[in-house]
C-alpha cells in the first residue's frame, strides 16, 4: 500500500457545529485529489487539521505512518507537508522577490536539520529568482507583496509553500478570487511545478475539478459523501444536490 | 480579626476611585481600541479642577454640604469638556492606525497635559480637605476612618451600575456594545461609529475625572499625581481583561485588596505587588480575566 | 567583511569619537557617553521593533544594569569598570533569557503591558529597598578598567572612550545581524506568524533571540550610563524612563543601526537645553514633538536622512 497520508475516524466539533463526523481518507503517493463540497462543508477544516492548525476532537491523521494531530505547524511542515492559503498569506511590506527570500532562507539555515535540500544561503537570491521565473512572477520581483494583484498573490503564496520541498501540498481553494481566465493559468502553473508531489486541493470551480484531479472527494456536512474519479463523483446524485446544487438529484 | 476587616475595608475604599479609572479606561479600549495613557491627565484634572471649585465655593462662604456635589460636577466638567476635545481634536486623527501607535498617540497627550496642568496651577500643592473632615469618623473595631470613604465606596458602587446600567440596558449603551463587538460590523449596520467614539471616550474622560475629583480631598493636589495613577490602572484593566465592565471592577478589587494586604503585612512589597499579580494573571490568562473569545484566522 | 555604508559611518564616528576624546570639555563627554548608552538601549529596542512588538519595560535592563555595575562597587568593593561593565551585561541577559521565555509569547499591548509590569517591579523593588538607597538610589565610582588605573580625574573620558569602542561595535554587529536573513526574518514575523510558522520555522525562537539581545543591549547601555552620571536611582526602571526610550526610537527611527544614536543624541541636547531655559514645558514639548513625528515622519529623522542619501546618489 501506498498511501501516504491516511486520516481514521477523524471528528471534529465547535460545540454544536460539527465540522468532520467520521472522516476516514487514504491519498496514494503522487496522487491528484480534488475537495470538493459547499461553503462549511469541512474542507478546509480538513485541511487545517491535517496541517496542525486545528486538533481533531477524536480520530488519527498518519504522514507516511507518523501521526500528526499532536504536532504543531512548524513541525508538520518539517515533516513534508505543506499548504497554500484561501487568503494568501503572505509578507506584505516586502517584495515579492523578499518574500521568497524568507522561505529559502528558513529552508536554507536547516539544511541539515530537515530540509534535505540542496539550497545554501548563499545561493538563497539565486534560487528565489529561480522560482520567480517557474511562477511567471519574475515582473512582479521588486513590487511590495500587499499591493499585488490577488492572481499574482496566490501564485506567490504557492509557490513559497513549495519552496519548503514538501512531499505532500495541500491547495487551499488556488483559484478562488481570481478572474475566470487567470484560474486555468495559475493551475497550468501550479501544476507544472508539483511534479513528486502529492497534492489534494480545495475548489469551487468544478471544470477545474474535473480538468486536473484524478479522484475527487465531496464533503457536506463533515462527512465524505462521494469519493473516486471526477466524472463519477460529479455525476453523483448526492454530489449534484449537496455540492453541485442542482435542484433535481 | 479586626484586623483582616481593617485590611478589607482600606482594600475596598482603594478599589473604589481605582474602579472609576478602570471603567473609563476599559471601556474607552473596548469601543475604540484605544489604550488610553492620558487617562492619567484627566483623572489629574479631575482633581485639580475639583479641588479648585470646592476651594473657591469654600472660600465665599457657601455651605460645605454642597462640596460633594461640586466634586461631582467638576468631573462632568472636565469630561464634558476635554472628551470631545482630544476626541475630535487628535484620536480622529489617527484612527486606522496600529495600536501601539495610539498608544503613543496618548502617551504623548499625557505629557502635554502633564504640563498643561503645571502651567494653569502652579507647581504648590492643592489641599481642600474640608469635604474629606466635614462628616467626621466612624470605628471599625479601634480604628477610626473617615465617613467619606463610604462616601467613596457608595459613589463608586452607585457609578458602577449606572454605567452598568447604561450600557446594558440603553439604547444607546446598546450601540457601545455593538461597536465593542466588531466596529466593521456596526458601521456596515448604519450605527454612527463616529458619534459613538466621542460618547464613549467623552464618558470615560468623566469617570477618570470622577476618580481624581473624589479623591482630591483625601490628599495634596500636585503635579504628577496622574502618573503613577495610570500604570496602576492599566494593571486593573489588563488584570480584568480590556474592554470589560465587570472585569474592571473585579481587577479593581484584587488589587486594592493586595495592596492592602501589602500595606499591612508587607510593605517592601507594597509598589511591585500588583505588577506581579498583573503578571501572573497575564501567565494564567493570556488575555485577562474576562477576555472575549476570538474568532478563526485562516 | 562587507564594507557597506554603515559599516563605514560607524568606523569613521569611531575613529573621530576617539581621535577627539582628548579635546572635548566635560560636559561634552558627558553628553556623548549618555547619548551612546541611551542609544544602545534603543538599538535594543529598535531590535524588537523589527519583530512587531513595542516593550515599554526598557527600563528594567537599564536600571538593572545601573545597579548591577553600582552593586559590583559598593557590595564587591571591586572598583574596576570592566568588571562592572561585564556584571551588567551578565545579569541583564540572563534575565531576559528567563523573563523571554515567557514575553517572547506576548504581543502587540499586552506585550507591551507585561514588559512595562516587570520593569515596575523592579521599581518597586528598588523604591523599598532601604539597603539600596530607597528613591535615592547611591554613588558608584570607578577606579580602574580591565586592571589598569585609571588616571585621576580623566576616568570619564575613560569611559567614554570604551563606550565610544564598545557602543558602536555592538551597533555593527546589531547591523550584521540585521542584514542577514535573521533581520529579514524578523520583519516576516512582523508582518505574517503564521506563515513563518507554516514555513517550518520557530517564530519563538526569533523573537526570544531578538528579546534577549534587547535585554543585553539595555543592561550595557544603563551600566554606562551609570558611570557617566556616577548614581543610580530606581528612576531608571521607571516606565516613564521606559517611555523615553520608546520616544527615542520613534524620534531616531527603526530603519538603521544609526537611527538610536541620532536620536539620542538630538533627544539628550534639546533635553539639557529645555532643562536650562524652560523646564516646565519640557514634557509639552516631548509631546508634542512626538505627534508631530508619528503625523508627519513616521519613520523618524532617519528616513530624513536616507531621502538625503537617495538624492545624492
Do not use: C
Not at chain 1, 28 to 36: F, K, Q
Not at chain 1, 73 to 86: H, K, M
Request: neutral net charge; without cysteine; proline residues 3%.
Amino acid at each position: 500500500m501506498s498511501a501516504i497520508l491516511v486520516a481514521k475516524g477523524v471528528n471534529k466539533s465547535f460545540g454544536a457545529v460539527t465540522a468532520a463526523a467520521d472522516v476516514n481518507v487514504a491519498v496514494d503517493r503522487d496522487a491528484m485529489v480534488g475537495l470538493i463540497g459547499a461553503n462549511g462543508a469541512g474542507k478546509t477544516t480538513f485541511i487545517n487539521m491535517v496541517t496542525g492548525y486545528l486538533k481533531p476532537s477524536s480520530g488519527t491523521i498518519r504522514f507516511d505512518g507518523r501521526e500528526l494531530t499532536a504536532l504543531p505547524p512548524r513541525r508538520i511542515t518539517q515533516l513534508g507537508v505543506s499548504r497554500s492559503f484561501q487568503i494568501p498569506q503572505l509578507f506584505n511590506s516586502l517584495s515579492a522577490r523578499e518574500n521568497l527570500l524568507v522561505a529559502v532562507g528558513i529552508v536554507a539555515a536547516a539544511a541539515h536539520r530537515w530540509a534535505h535540500s540542496d539550497l545554501t544561503p548563499a545561493r538563497a537570491g539565486e534560487a528565489s529568482d529561480e522560482v520567480l521565473e517557474r511562477f511567471d512572477l519574475a515582473a512582479y520581483r521588486d513590487r511590495e507583496a500587499g499591493l499585488l494583484p490577488e492572481g499574482v498573490r496566490k501564485l506567490l503564496d504557492v509557490a513559497m509553500a513549495l519552496v519548503v520541498r514538501p512531499r505532500i501540498l495541500l491547495l487551499d481553494e488556488p483559484t478562488s478570487g481570481v478572474s475566470a481566465d487567470e484560474k486555468f493559468a495559475i493551475m497550468d502553473l501550479v501544476m507544472g511545478a508539483v511534479r513528486g508531489v502529492t497534492v489534494l486541493f480545495v475548489e469551487h470551480d468544478m471544470d477545474i475539478v474535473a480538468r486536473y484531479a484524478q479522484r475527487v472527494l465531496a464533503f457536506a456536512d463533515g462527512r465524505i459523501i462521494a469519493d473516486g474519479a471526477p466524472a463519477a463523483v460529479l455525476a453523483d446524485a448526492e454530489v449534484r444536490r449537496f455540492v453541485i446544487g442542482e435542484a433535481h438529484a | 480579626m479586626f484586623d483582616l476587616a481593617a485590611v478589607l475595608f482600606d482594600g475596598v475604599v482603594y478599589s473604589s476611585w481605582l474602579f472609576m479609572m478602570a471603567a473609563g479606561l476599559t471601556l474607552i479600549y473596548g469601543v475604540m481600541r484605544i489604550l488610553n495613557i492620558a487617562h492619567g491627565s484627566l483623572y489629574a484634572l479631575g482633581a485639580y479642577a475639583g479641588a479648585s471649585l470646592v476651594g473657591a465655593w469654600l472660600a465665599g462662604g457657601h455651605p460645605p454640604a454642597a462640596s460633594y456635589a461640586l466634586l461631582l460636577a467638576a468631573a462632568l466638567l472636565v469630561g464634558l469638556v476635554m472628551g470631545p476635545l482630544i476626541e475630535r481634536g487628535l484620536l480622529r486623527l489617527m484612527y486606522g492606525r496600529d495600536e501601539v501607535v495610539l498608544l503613543l498617540v496618548t502617551y504623548a497627550l499625557f505629557l502635554i497635559l502633564e504640563d498643561v496642568i503645571k502651567l494653569a496651577w502652579g507647581v504648590e500643592s492643592l489641599v481642600v480637605a474640608e469635604p474629606y473632615a466635614l462628616p467626621g469618623n466612624f470605628r471599625i473595631g479601634k480604628l477610626a476612618y473617615p465617613v467619606y470613604n463610604l462616601i467613596l465606596i457608595g459613589a463608586a458602587i452607585v457609578i458602577g451600575l449606572v454605567v452598568a446600567w447604561g450600557l446594558y440596558r440603553t439604547r444607546q449603551g446598546k450601540l457601545l456594545l455593538a461597536v465593542i463587538h466588531d466596529r466593521e460590523m456596526s458601521a456596515a449596520m448604519g450605527i454612527n461609529v463616529a458619534r459613538v467614539y466621542v460618547f464613549t471616550f467623552t464618558i470615560g474622560a468623566a469617570l477618570a475625572a470622577a476618580g481624581g475629583a473624589l479623591t482630591a480631598p483625601a490628599i495634596a493636589v500636585s503635579p504628577g499625581i496622574g502618573v503613577e495613577v495610570i500604570v496602576l490602572s492599566f494593571a486593573v484593566v489588563v488584570i480584568g481583561g480590556l474592554g470589560s465592565l465587570g472585569g474592571a471592577a473585579l481587577g479593581a478589587l484584587i488589587v486594592g485588596i493586595v495592596r492592602s494586604a501589602m500595606v499591612r503585612y508587607w510593605p517592601e512589597g507594597e509598589l511591585f505587588s500588583v505588577y506581579l499579580v498583573m503578571a501572573l494573571v497575564l501567565i494564567a490568562r493570556p488575555k485577562g480575566l474576562f477576555a472575549a473569545p476570538e474568532a478563526r484566522k485562516i | 567583511m562587507t564594507l557597506d555604508r554603515t559599516t563605514t559611518t560607524l568606523a569613521v564616528a569611531a575613529v573621530l569619537l576617539l581621535a577627539a576624546a582628548p579635546f572635548l570639555p566635560q560636559w561634552l563627554v558627558f553628553l556623548l557617553t549618555l547619548a551612546l548608552a541611551k542609544g544602545l538601549v534603543v538599538l535594543g529596542l529598535v531590535v524588537l521593533m523589527r519583530t512587531g512588538l513595542v516593550s515599554f519595560g526598557q527600563g528594567l535592563y537599564f536600571g538593572l544594569g545601573a545597579y548591577a555595575a553600582a552593586l559590583v562597587g559598593a557590595a564587591a568593593e571591586v572598583l574596576d569598570a570592566a568588571v562592572m561593565l561585564a556584571a551588567a551585561v551578565a545579569g541583564s541577559a540572563g534575565l531576559a533569557a528567563v523573563l523571554g521565555l515567557l514575553l517572547a509569547r506576548y504581543r502587540d499591548i499586552f506585550f507591551a503591558m507585561l514588559s512595562l509590569a516587570f520593569s515596575m517591579i523592579l521599581y518597586g523593588l528598588l523604591v523599598k529597598s532601604s539597603a539600596l538607597g530607597s528613591t535615592d538610589g547611591f554613588n558608584l565610582h570607578a577606579k580602574s578598567f580591565a586592571g589598569i588605573t585609571l588616571p585621576a580625574g580623566a576616568e570619564r573620558r575613560v569611559f567614554y572612550a570604551v563606550a565610544v569602542v564598545a557602543v558602536l561595535g555592538a551597533a555593527w554587529a546589531v547591523h550584521r545581524y540585521l542584514s542577514s536573513h535573521y533581520g529579514r526574518l524578523a520583519t516576516a514575523i512582523r508582518d505574517n506568524e503564521l506563515r513563518v510558522e507554516y514555513l517550518g520555522s520557530s517564530v519563538f525562537r526569533v523573537v526570544f533571540a531578538n528579546y534577549v539581545i534587547a535585554g543585553a543591549l539595555g543592561g550595557l547601555g544603563g551600566a554606562f550610563a551609570a558611570l557617566a552620571v556616577g548614581h543610580v536611582d530606581p528612576e531608571t526602571a521607571y516606565w516613564t524612563t521606559s517611555g523615553e526610550f520608546v520616544f527615542v526610537a520613534i524620534l531616531g527611527g527603526t530603519g538603521n543601526v544609526l537611527a538610536p544614536f541620532l536620536g539620542a543624541a538630538i533627544f539628550e541636547a534639546v533635553r539639557t537645553v529645555a532643562n536650562q531655559y524652560a523646564p516646565n514645558v519640557w514634557q509639552m514639548t516631548l509631546g508634542i514633538v512626538m505627534l508631530a513625528l508619528i503625523l508627519f515622519l513616521p519613520a523618524g529623522l532617519w528616513s530624513l536622512v536616507a531621502r538625503l542619501r537617495s538624492v545624492a546618489r
